[in-house]
């Protein structure tokens, strides 16, 4: 760790206070672990690299990772900033939030994830950190809202459980947690074991996972006091991109801030030749 990023988690603690954590069981020791948790905005990757007690690796996503494509990645994914009003501001703040949270997962050494064909690469490395010893934490929510408290999932990270069965013989131990960062609580709840599908097709096999995982959650949630939920997803993102999702167009969401790159290129290659 470098020792900016030192003084960033720093400045990071003193913004979000350690929760509690609260463990339905002991969890085992030895063995490679992965803990699916609700997103929560910025608050779920945020705690989980400030102060999961176990060392995990986050998956990250990929634009975010890359300093090129983080402010505007967030500018987009976080602030909705197409729909904001100062939208000048909203790039500030992006930039400072880039700033701020960036630093923090580099020096987790978050896993990029893609939304392409490179996605094998984001499944190659995790297998790799799994067959290392290393625990993961994966934030699965998709934008189809579930319930007051999380969002569907995706099942497409239960495609670790098959190569890693394949590879070991044995089936990989799944956690479903939930961060509730107005409660300053983290709950974490029993073992859900994935061995391989042997009558299902694998892509029926994957979703009944992350649905298994997904109804924890929601249980985990539901069992805790009231609570103020940050949600997955804004009102706004969803003014400004639920297009995407209800047309099935997701992979053109995730290039935005990658086009963005490219158009300023592009711009910039044009005043040069002028």
Known sequence: MTLYQAF?????????????????????????LVFTANHSAADGPVITSLYFPRPCRPWSIAQILDKRTAPGFIYYDFFAGPVKKHKKLWRVLSHLVAFLLRPLLLAVNGIP??????????????????DNGTNLVIFPECPEKFSEHINDFYGGFAKLAELYYKKHGKPLKFYPTYIAHSLRTVMVGKAIEAPPPQELPPSVWRKHIAETLRDRTEALAASLPPHKVTPFLTDEWYEAYGKYWSENRMQDYWKLSENELKNRSRKSKKLKNE
Do not use: W
């Open 8 to 32: 960033m988690k720093v400045l990071a603690k003193c913004i979000y206070r350690k929760p509690e954590f609260i463990f339905e069981e002991p969890l085992p020791e030895g063995e490679p």
């Open 113 to 130: 994830v893609y939304h392409d064909k490179r996605i094998m690469n984001t499944l190659s490395e995790s297998l790799e950190a799994l």
